[in-house]
């Protein structure tokens, strides 16, 4: 038996924290034994104990922008010492690394030259991408991207990555439809959009209150569902001061962000996916095809991987958006051909096969002789990346 270390940044159960705990109940417990590291407890530590999956607290290293203070970095810095001595003692055979937003594991991996496994699931802007290439060089290992669209980033870095698509399983329904609805306030002939994501100007939130003052109907209504993003304090205030500014102000609900998805998609209409920037995946896109819901979702990123033909992929033009969502208000039967395709396509979307490959990319990984960085390895080689062999930069501080 293998024992893993998963070092992942956070504990609620957004976009990656719902990937990861998918994994890891997928995984073959048989084979592999994991130990989640986590910055701190909330949702996802819930559901790990519930599943007897071990995890404990731990300094990640995070990239996210709280950590990109003087007093921040420094803590990082000394955190990235510490993980060397926690992973041997620990044990480990592999460290796998969930998203780039933390780099503690990796750091301590290449150090002890352990197998490292990178799952990558951003697509960061051009700026970040150039700073974070010399790092995922550095670490060695190997590289997951969530989407064509992310290993396409990483090979306009010069590196290599195998495309790994996430899988969901729709959950039953929690709360009925008609409840939820009634308790939102909601009509029960009104077309409900549902836009699920974090609070951030990257998610589209005003994109879609634009389109529907744009489509300017009494029918037409959205709830926008979500917390606050890390790195954008007071952005909700912002978001209701100026959805009360708005000429439909009372056909929009903003409520907190949950952990069970379902029940929203439930009690939703059509799905909303406006982001501003590109998504490495779209996860409530596939959730929403899951759940038999229209998606009108933005052109970039690895969305229309996800959509496909079974949604519509629009321009950032309210306009643009009010039409669509107008067009699958006034049409019962193409809602309905649209979640008959949207099924369909999602059914290519498994957790078990997602996880099952990333199995396979671990025993790959622990087949190649590991060595110390800048140091021999069992096999008299260095320790491995086949782009950029040898490479220390970011262990330099660790010395």
Request: hydrophobic letters at 45%; a positive charge.
């Amino acid at each position: 038996m293998k024992r893993v270390a998963f070092v992942h940044p956070s504990a609620t159960l957004y976009g990656s924290d719902r990937v990861l705990l998918d994994h890891l109940l997928c995984l073959d417990r048989s084979r592999y034994e994991a130990r989640v590291y986590l910055p701190a407890t909330g949702p996802l530590t819930t559901c790990l104990s519930e599943a007897g999956i071990s995890w404990e607290l731990a300094d990640v290293v995070g990239l996210t922008r709280p950590e990109r203070t003087p007093s921040g970095l420094w803590r990082g810095l000394r955190a990235a010492r510490e993980w060397p001595a926690r992973l041997e003692a620990a044990e480990v055979d592999l460290v796998h690394t969930s998203t780039l937003a933390c780099v503690g594991g990796a750091l301590g991996a290449r150090w002890l030259g352990l197998p490292h496994l990178w799952h990558v699931q951003e697509i960061p802007p051009p700026w970040g991408q150039r700073a974070l290439a010399p790092l995922l060089r550095g670490v060695g290992g190997a590289r997951v991207a969530n989407s064509q669209a992310v290993a396409s980033w990483l090979g306009g870095q010069g590196l290599e990555a195998e495309v790994i698509h996430p899988g969901r399983r729709a959950s039953p329904v929690r709360e009925p439809r008609a409840s939820l609805r009634s308790s939102l306030g909601i009509p029960a002939g009104a077309c409900c959009a549902l836009l699920l994501g974090r609070l951030s100007p990257r998610k589209g939130q005003l994109l879609a209150l634009e389109a529907l003052e744009a489509a300017a109907s009494p029918d037409l209504w959205l709830v926008i569902a979500g917390d606050e993003a890390p790195g954008h304090p007071g952005y909700r205030q912002a978001l209701r001061a100026r959805i009360g500014r708005s000429p439909r102000w009372g056909q929009v609900r903003l409520i907190p962000g949950r952990g069970d998805p379902w029940s929203l998609l439930s009690a939703s209409d059509v799905v909303l996916v406006p982001s501003r920037a590109p998504e490495s995946f779209g996860l409530v896109a596939l959730e929403a095809l899951l759940a038999a819901r229209p998606v009108l979702a933005s052109q970039g990123g690895g969305l229309p991987e996800v959509v496909g033909d079974a949604g519509q992929l629009l321009s950032p033009d309210p306009q643009a958006w009010a039409e669509a969502w107008l067009r699958l208000a006034g049409d019962p039967g193409l809602r309905a051909e649209r979640a008959g395709e949207g099924l369909t396509r999602a059914a290519g979307f498994s957790p078990e096969r997602s996880s099952a490959a990333i199995a396979e990319a671990y025993e790959r990984l622990c087949e190649v002789p590991f060595g110390r960085a800048g140091g021999a390895t069992a096999g008299g080689g260095t320790a491995p990346d086949a782009n950029t062999p040898n490479c220390r930069f970011p262990l330099v501080f660790l010395r």
